[in-house]
């Protein structure tokens, strides 16, 4: 069956600590994270902005993390304050915690995969089965 897909890659800039990480990592730091967000489908949606049927996800949709912390997003927070309870702020839970709140705002048919960098050389991702 044919099938769309959307990649998106937006960053956003935050603190965090591992809690109780024996090394530089325990200890409070910072990060332009990139994120990059993949969609698919075999269908196409309307979305929270456009009537029609005529897209798999809005861009505007999948990017929330990056707006301002005061806006719902990600970006210029500590981290280890915004994530809720059972997330820890590897990239791995980051990359779990975007895919959690930005899949509930997808039609349910969408499979979505969440990678997370805190460096240009590493990636931890998340995604359907």
Request: proline letters at 5%; glycine letters at 4%.
């Amino acid at each position: 069956m044919p099938k769309w897909k959307l990649s998106t890659e937006f960053t956003f800039d935050a603190a965090h600590f591992i809690r109780d990480y024996d090394g530089p990592c325990g200890r409070m730091h910072g990060h332009t994270y990139r994120v990059r967000i993949e969609a698919t489908s075999s269908q196409l949606h309307v979305s929270e902005y456009c009537p029609h049927p005529v897209m798999v996800a809005d861009f505007r949709t999948l990017r929330w993390a990056k707006q301002d912390l005061l806006k719902g997003g990600l970006d210029h927070s500590v981290l280890n304050e915004v994530l809720p309870e059972g997330y820890e702020t590897t990239a791995e839970m980051i990359a779990q915690y975007i895919y959690n709140k930005t899949k509930k705002q997808l039609p349910s048919d969408v499979k979505l995969k969440v990678a997370v960098s805190e460096t240009p050389n590493s990636w931890a991702e998340y995604e359907d089965d």
